[in-house]
């Protein structure tokens, strides 16, 4: 059976700030979207969410980039919004940059990761939904995942993964793309994808048959609403077991918390600190960054779950090692490598400040 899940993530209103999703604009979600589903557009959905971002999981029929499907998260996020701007919550529609909706909400504020795949007999996955960070967040666990041996025992000792993985990596400056195969070209991968800020990888496919194995999002709404409009806090599917990476392997690089850019106001490198449901309210410095994990399985595009799966106590030790990198980070104040490169505080507030300072700069 083909399945399709669809992950779209808009923030549409918060709380005391930019910190997390009141159950009243989840409970809003929840209700759309089972309407949605006794129409039949979608199988299945589940709705959470992770810092101020709200989370539509959903499972269809109708492929990738279905007008049909985007257009009823795009109103489920509309609805959500309302009832924010009713209620005087924080920020109430802001990831909705467009009036109204023309086909697919790719470019219209929200953020999507999505996967048409073959259901396997059982078919486990893994969606990953990360707040006050962008999309090259995942670059280094994704590369870790399916390219380093250190990581990802299968790749060593499983026939079914020997082969390796072909990454399809997206310049979001030129919006173009690039195909580049794991093991052999994994210096060409790291060299691109060590710029965070321009070179994301957008896919990840299985090469011995071309599966698709993960898929994460892209935009980046920066360069979308062409000036700052909150970072684009990113998610991603990855496909777990039996072929793929184990779900042990897709969660080990994360009991690493690398420095992400993002949290306070998108202009600060910090910790990206694996945390369960419950802990992903970012409040110290409107941080630091988090991820959370949701495990599912679909059969018959239905799903089953989700299990918590940062939960676990096993990744105690990376938050508070999170929350150590985090003190020490904070204490560099306004300085870099803190605070984040020029470039990318362009899109924020550093070209007012330049503006004002234009006539006094004199040649040295
Ligand atoms: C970053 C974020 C927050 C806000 C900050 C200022 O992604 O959401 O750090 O940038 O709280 O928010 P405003 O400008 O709304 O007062
Ligand atoms: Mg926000
Ligand atoms: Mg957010």
């Known amino acids: ?59 269809h029929r109708r492929g990738e980039d279905n007008k049909e499907v985007h257009e009823i998260a795009w109103n489920t996020f509309k609805r959500a919004a309302e009832a924010a701007k009713d209620t005087g919550l924080y920020g109430a529609g802001q990831d909705l940059l467009k009036d109204t909706f023309s086909g697919n909400v790719k470019g219209m504020g929200p953020g999507v990761a999505e996967m048409e795949i073959e259901e396997r007999p059982s078919e486990p996955f893994v969606v990953f939904m990360a707040d006050k960070t962008s999309p090259g967040a995942f670059n280094l666990p994704i590369f870790r995942i399916f390219a380093d041996p250190f990581n990802t025992a299968g790749l060593v000792i499983d026939p079914s993964l020997h082969s390796g993985f072909t990454f399809e990596v997206m310049d979001v400056i030129e919006g173009t793309v690039v195909e580049l195969n794991a093991p052999e070209e994994i210096y060409d ?72 850019p993002g949290w306070m106001r998108g202009s600060h490198y910090g910790p990206l600190m694996p945390v369960g449901i419950k802990d992903a309210r970012p409040t110290r410095f409107d941080g630091p960054p988090r991820i959370a994990a949701l495990g599912f399985v679909v059969h018959n595009s239905r799903l089953v779950g989700p299990s918590d799966l940062f939960s676990d106590v096993a990744f105690d030790e990376a938050r508070r090692m999170a929350g150590m990198i985090a003190d020490y980070m904070r204490r560099h104040g306004p300085f870099m490598p803190h605070r984040i490169e020029q470039e990318e505080m362009e899109y924020t507030t550093l070209p007012g400040i330049m503006e004002k300072l234009k006539g006094r700069f004199k040649p040295a």
């Open 189 to 260: 991968i790291l060299a691109l994808i060590g710029t965070l800020g321009r070179y994301i990888i957008r896919k990840v496919r299985r090469r011995s048959d071309g599966q698709i194995a993960a898929v994460m999002s892209t935009t980046r709404l920066n360069l979308i609403a062409g000036r700052y409009v909150g970072k684009d806090d990113p998610v991603a599917i990855v496909r777990a077991q039996h072929g793929f990476p184990a779900l042990g392997e897709i969660l080990e690089p994360f009991s690493l918390p690398h420095l992400v």
């Open 1 to 59: 059976m083909r399945t399709t899940i669809s992950v779209i993530k808009a923030d549409v209103g918060s709380l005391a700030g930019h910190h997390i999703v009141p159950d009243q604009l989840l409970d809003i979600a929840r209700r759309s979207l089972e309407e949605e589903r006794k129409k039949g557009i979608i199988e299945d959905f589940y709705v959470t969410s992770v810092g101020d971002d709200l989370q539509l999981i959903m499972t």
